[in-house]
């Protein structure tokens, strides 16, 4: 726990924090309060109170008719938001982030990129073993950011989902994005309107064949009321697959594949609307079918299965991670919602409760066992065996502690420089971690709900080095806070997007197709020097203990070799992501041979990237490896 380095770290803190101050203030004056003339007073406690109607006192009471008289004077003051102020606010975002990423030498830090549009939202996002990216959220209902755009409270047709690929080997321009919309569907809700399946705010991650299994979505409503979908994404074929629905709609449930190959569903409101979480536990596929390992095993038609335990989260989107011991932990949001679950067993055992920080003095205190907002958690890389703990990091904004479980035992670690929700934490090639996105509350950047303004903190980035201390890194352009969304890339850089409230509030042309937009993120480790080169994988799939051979024109150079899980995230929610090293067991000119790892529970079956690594930690670009199911799977 001691801390070894924070000098360096600290005074970077500080003169980035006054960069900071000083250019969310100027984004300000450049942005919505300039160019919009738009009054933000509902958001600011010491203001004066909207004139009530006193025909409406009369009927409804001073209070009532005082609550209706402040939201006629906020509808009047959102008005309209034109493209100049998104157009001023993007470019005034480029400024502040130049301005505060001077200081910040890439060989340490790393550097933000590039800066692109993009065809979606991204609430959803999927790295595949095709090595290109899946991005899914929903048709907006809204263009102005100030106002609720995702169709959570439409029931109807326009309640849709809309999803595509970006393949980076194309570049960052339009014809680098192909829409693959999902199955059509006629939802349960007495209109007989078929549209896009409404997927958003479901939950996911990946089948042994290298799909993505995505389940629940928004029934429409009800404050959010969950859908029963079951979808498949085959990124082979690169089309959806739709499954027979789920015994239990789930709007913001959490996935995670297991050691046995199989998804394990849990939480989500159920369709009954908010409040409603279910405790139910599904399983995907059903134990009557085995798992698909080949590419050409397509899950369509198939059936969910019931768990025998259940999970009595009380909120949703908890963390789920399968461990080293082969078991499904289960972090729920409320500190005392803390279990392990055992696959052949089908039980669930308590785990203790989690320190949480008391909430602040003068914070609203959330309901009992309410816990945690939206915030990030991570398996920490464990050697060749596997995760053996979980770094609980973001979802309170008051408190910047990091939580780690392991062995059983929660332990307060090193903090971050600040408290965030809505972060993303991604383990990288070099078993450093790399928070990116955040926020102080769903919609909300630090100067109210549905104000884009946002505090410049959060826009920066953090890391952690291989001994848990954190220092502050660049800042990233845009806000991304409530559905953003992280992932490495195959090359090393990472991708950043999400967020609908700050892609409209900053989007460069409302009139195109273009919701979204994209930041790419270069780690440190691409500002070493040479990289080493991974050639051919000649075992790209295989299994466990068994030989990785490839070719490396730079096989001296190789100091480690690491195989890192592909992302799949939403809602800072990200089960999927895992970090092994791998024995170097022989090694000649051009050729080096790995040992794939021990079991499937150090690394449950699917496709991993492949990383080499030189001595000053740079990495190759990634080559994919399948570990296959140790019981076979769909086919031998
Ligand atoms: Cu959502």
Redesign the pocket.
């Known amino acids: 726990m001691s801390r070894r380095n924070p000098p360096v770290p600290r005074r970077l803190l500080t003169a980035a924090l006054a960069v900071c101050a000083a250019s969310a203030l100027a984004v300000g004056a450049a942005g919505p309060s300039a160019a919009h003339d738009h009054d933000r007073s509902a958001d600011t406690p010491a203001r004066a109170p909207a004139q009530s109607d006193p025909g409406e006192a009369a009927v409804l009471g001073d209070e009532h008719a005082q609550e209706h008289a402040e939201a006629r004077r906020m509808l009047a003051a959102i008005g309209d938001y034109p493209q100049t102020t998104r157009t001023e606010r993007l470019k005034a975002l480029g400024e502040s982030q130049a301005a505060a990423n001077q200081g910040f030498d890439p060989s340490q830090f790393g550097r933000f990129r590039e800066y692109f549009p993009s065809p979606d939202f991204a609430?959803h996002v999927a790295l595949l073993p095709t090595g290109k990216v899946l991005l899914f959220s929903f048709e907006r209902i809204e263009k102005n950011p100030e106002k609720e755009p995702a169709p959570t409270g439409t029931i109807g047709k326009e309640n849709a989902g809309r999803a595509y690929l970006w393949d980076p080997a194309k570049g960052t321009g339009t014809s680098a994005f192909t829409k693959v919309t999902p199955p059509v569907v006629n939802m349960p809700d007495g209109l007989n309107q078929p549209r896009p399946a409404p997927f958003?705010?479901a939950g996911h991650s990946f089948l042994p064949n290298g799909m993505v299994g995505v389940f629940g979505g928004n029934l429409g409503g009800n404050g959010g009321s969950g859908a029963k979908l079951s979808l498949v994404f085959d990124p082979w074929q690169e089309v959806w697959y739709q499954n027979k629905d789920m015994a239990v709609g789930r709007w913001?449930p959490s996935v995670v594949t297991g050691m046995d190959g199989r998804q394990l569903i849990m939480s989500g409101q159920s369709e009954l609307g908010w409040g409603t979480p279910t405790a139910i536990v599904e399983r995907f596929p059903a134990l009557d079918r085995s798992v698909p390992v080949a590419k050409t095993d397509r899950p369509e038609g198939w059936s969910v299965g019931r768990f025998k335990a259940d999970a009595p989260f009380k909120r949703d989107y908890p963390h789920l991670f399968s461990l080293r011991d082969g078991k499904i932990y289960g972090l729920g949001r409320g500190p005392d919602q803390q279990w392990t679950f055992d696959l052949n067993s089908e039980t669930r055992s308590s785990l203790p409760a989690r320190p949480d920080n008391p909430p602040a003095p003068g914070a609203m205190t959330p309901p009992q066992g309410f816990g945690r907002n939206y915030g990030s958690a991570v398996p920490l890389p464990a050697g060749f065996r596997g995760p053996d703990s979980v770094l609980v990091l973001g979802g309170d904004r008051d408190d910047p502690n990091t939580y780690q479980l392991v062995g059983g035992q929660w332990s307060k670690q090193q903090p971050r420089a600040f408290g965030r929700t809505q972060d993303d934490t991604l383990l990288l090639p070099d078993a450093t971690l790399l928070t990116v996105n955040g926020a102080f509350d769903i919609r909300d950047y630090g100067n109210g709900g549905y104000n884009p303004n946002a505090d410049l903190k959060y826009r920066q980035t953090e890391l952690r080095d291989e001994n848990g201390n954190w220092k502050l890194g660049p800042a990233q352009r845009l806000p991304r806070g409530y559905?953003s969304n992280a992932l490495v890339l195959p090359d090393g850089r990472v991708m950043v997007t999400g967020d609908e409230l700050q892609q409209l509030a900053n989007d460069p042309d409302i009139n195109d197709d273009m919701n979204g937009s994209i930041e790419i993120y270069e780690p440190a480790y691409l500002h070493q020097g040479s990289r080493p080169v991974l050639g051919t994988v000649f075992n790209p799939s295989v299994g466990y203990n068994e030989r990785i051979t490839v070719s490396s024109t730079t096989a001296n150079d190789v100091t480690r070799a690491v195989l890192l899980a592909p992302t799949t995230s939403t809602?800072s929610v990200n089960t999927s992501q895992r970090h092994l090293e791998l024995r170097i067991k022989s090694r000649s000119s051009g050729f080096l041979e790995f040992q794939a790892p021990p079991s499937a529970a150090a690394a449950p079956p699917g496709y991993y990237m492949l990383f080499l690594l030189n001595e000053e930690g740079a990495p190759s670009n990634a080559g994919w490896v399948q570990l296959k199911p140790a019981s076979g799977g769909q086919t031998p």
């Open positions: 609430a958003f705010c913001y559905h809602h």
